[in-house]
């Protein structure tokens, strides 16, 4: 509306002006035409004013930028698909053994194969005197050095205390008199060993135990000379015994008996009558009468004798080992033991 009437006002100062051009006859006088437009003026600019004062003051635009929503966050990496694992390899098949017949051709000649080994155990110890010793897988006809010794140091300070033939061999039994060296050593070790390199060897505590056989093998005894300290101890083998009663067999107490030994002479030399004695050297004395005795016949080399002595029996139960020996003066020959258990 203000629009329309500025308008119309400003088409009117126009007309009013117009009729007071030069060379026209005005009708109205220049002051009422003057007082006209000074009014239309006014109103003019009132009408421009209260028109500017109805323009809205500017309008704060409306935030154009929207906070843009928070970042998204992205999607992870997608993982890379694992590598498919390749198939292992497929194992080729075993191939099929060949099983060869167990059973030899005849016209094939086996090859020989290494036997069971040769083994001795200790059956019966009788503390710091005597040993029953089981031998097994032996060869034939073989003679076996005997030697005894401390367990912890054998090698250094054994003792050959005699030899045994293996005879037909296989299984047997036989016993060894403890040497004065191993007196009261806790374990010892027993050694066999022959020149065909075939040895067998166990150790025992020296304490008594188990039982003697009433038959063994015959052990040769090995002599100890009289020699030097700077000289090695004589070890040659001078003869081969058995005897009866068999170690550890049982007696009364009291009882009357005969120790009797097989003794051969392998010496290679004749012992003389004269020279030749046997006697009591240690352990229980169970001997009735003397203590020694004069060989009273020559025994050639290869030749055998019997020794007999009387005994008895001790009184009270228990074990009880005695030893007489085959000496040439001061040289053991041959040593003569006896074991009996009185009950």
Request: with cysteine.
């Amino acid at each position: 509306m203000r629009s329309i009437k500025l308008f119309t006002s400003i088409i009117l100062i126009a007309f009013l002006a117009g009729c007071s051009l030069p060379g026209s006859n005005p009708t109205v006088s220049p002051d009422d035409l003057e007082k006209a437009l000074d009014v239309l003026r006014t109103e003019v600019s009132q009408t421009l004013a209260a028109d500017m004062a109805q323009i809205p003051t500017a309008t704060a635009l409306p935030q154009i930028v929207t906070a843009l929503p928070s970042a998204t966050a992205l999607p992870t990496e997608l993982p890379l698909p694992t590598s498919t694992a390749l198939p292992t390899s497929t194992p080729l098949p075993t191939s099929t053994p060949v099983v060869l017949p167990t059973a030899i051709p005849a016209t094939l000649t086996a090859t020989a194969t290494e036997g069971p080994k040769t083994s001795i155990t200790i059956i019966g110890v009788e503390k710091n005197k005597v040993i029953s010793v089981q031998a097994d897988l032996f060869p034939a006809n073989q003679v076996f050095k005997i030697r005894v010794g401390p367990f912890d140091t054998f090698f250094k300070d054994y003792v050959e205390v005699g030899t045994i033939n293996s005879g037909q061999g296989g299984s047997f039994k036989f016993t060894v008199q403890l040497p004065a060296e191993v007196k009261d050593v806790e374990r010892i070790t027993v050694r066999l060993d022959s020149p065909a390199k075939v040895f067998a060897y166990n150790y025992f505590k020296n304490v008594t135990s188990g039982t003697i056989p009433t038959t063994a093998t015959p052990v040769t005894a090995t002599p100890v000379t009289a020699t030097p300290a700077t000289a090695t101890p004589a070890t040659n083998t001078v003869c081969e015994m058995s005897v009866s009663p068999a170690l550890s067999s049982v007696m009364k107490a009291g009882e009357d008996f005969d120790a009797v030994w097989t003794v051969k002479n392998i010496s290679g030399k004749t012992w003389e009558s004269g020279n030749i004695d046997y006697k009591y050297v240690s352990g229980t004395e169970l001997q009735k009468y003397e203590k020694i005795y004069d060989l009273n016949e020559a025994v050639k080399n290869g030749e055998t004798i019997k020794i007999r002595v009387d005994m008895i029996a001790p009184k009270t139960a228990g074990t009880y080992s005695t030893t007489w020996a085959v000496v040439n003066g001061s040289t053991t020959l041959c040593n003569l033991p006896v074991t009996i258990i009185v009950k």
